[in-house]
């Protein structure tokens, strides 16, 4: 298709880490590993929160739907990523580049809401222990879970029905080993400012606005935990809280710094680098966070483990 004296794309060259085959071989096994572990991880701590009723708690339904998040974002990205490393034609269609960045970007916000909607829980866990039962119910738990995947969507929502509209012209060229905001926005051959106005704006909003809410929270939590008059009872508390506070921090950290900023292509290789602690070894990272941090999880996992033992030995 002409427009003017430009063709526009058809398929993206994704850049990717490296050219050297035999080490293409090496990343790939690893990032392989990573990724069978991430999706195994996630996808044990869902299955122990359905099967264990000490489990079904407000704080381990968030925490479900945060391990689903992490095993779908994940898959948004390594698959394609693997497959680029075993070919010398590293391409993906326009239409996968924009599925792509769609389905990341829109787990990724989701994450930062249900990390926001999480840190209330455990606000109304620790300042308000007596009311809790009666304030965080099962259709109040739903209810903010949908709200964090309908939040998720709208925030995006406006930046990628402006980003469908655009002209892409090329260079069909990213470099990067997935279809991220910024570069993929300068493949357009027209004025991107205004999206990226918008992408800096929505951005500022999700990240700072989410984590003033959290870092709000935290602030009535630990200041409530403080006034506990027994050390036991203080540790009990921070105990509750330190899985969610330390992935938190992790996400939080990394996003800020790689998407709230007006422009993004000064540093995108630093960017790229950034991307894979918090797009791939953050959701590897979160199953062992919140099962070695988290004796409720240890036991669950352990009677698992037991009956799956007794099974076996007496089949």
């Not at 916000?109 to 455990?122: H, K, V, W, Y």
């Not at 508390?237 to 800020?256: D, E, K, L, Q, R």
């Not at 590897?284 to 099962?291: A, Q, T, Y």
Request: glycine share 6%.
């Amino acid at each position: 298709m002409e427009m003017g004296n430009m063709t526009s794309i058809t398929e993206i060259l994704l850049l990717g880490f490296v050219y050297d085959p035999a080490l293409e071989i090496v990343l790939f096994l690893v990032f392989l590993l990573v990724y069978i572990v991430t999706v195994l991880g996630n996808a044990l701590i869902i299955l122990l929160i359905t099967i264990d009723s000490r489990l079904h708690s407000p704080m381990y339904f968030f925490l479900s739907n945060l391990s689903f998040i992490e095993i779908f974002m994940t898959t948004c990205v390594v698959p394609k990523m693997l497959a680029n490393f075993l070919t010398k034609r590293k391409t993906i269609s326009l239409g996968g580049c924009f599925a792509q960045l769609c389905f990341y970007f829109f787990m990724g916000s989701t994450e930062f809401i249900l990390f926001a909607a999480m840190s209330f829980d455990r606000y109304l866990a620790i300042c308000y222990p007596l009311r809790y039962p009666t304030l965080m119910t099962g259709t109040v738990c739903v209810k903010m879970v949908i709200g964090s995947w309908i939040g998720g969507f709208l925030f995006i929502f406006l930046s990628i029905v402006l980003k469908v509209r655009l002209p892409y012209c090329g260079p069909n060229v990213i470099n990067h080993y997935f279809c991220d905001s910024a570069p993929f926005l300068h493949l357009a051959c027209t004025d991107i400012s205004l999206i990226e106005l918008i992408d800096f704006i929505s951005s500022l909003i999700l990240l700072l606005g989410s984590l003033l809410f959290t870092a709000t929270s935290y602030v009535y939590i630990i200041s409530t935990i403080l006034k506990i008059p027994s050390a036991q009872g203080r540790k009990k508390a921070f105990a509750t809280c330190a899985s969610h506070f330390t992935v938190v921090s992790m996400g939080y950290g990394i996003s800020i710094f790689v998407y709230v900023r007006p422009s993004q292509t000064d540093i995108m290789s630093m960017n790229k680098a950034l991307a894979i602690f918090s797009g791939i070894l953050t959701p590897l990272l979160n199953p062992f966070i919140f099962s070695l941090r988290n004796e409720q999880m240890k036991e669950a996992l352990r009677d698992a483990l037991n009956r799956i033992a007794s099974k076996i030995k007496y089949s």
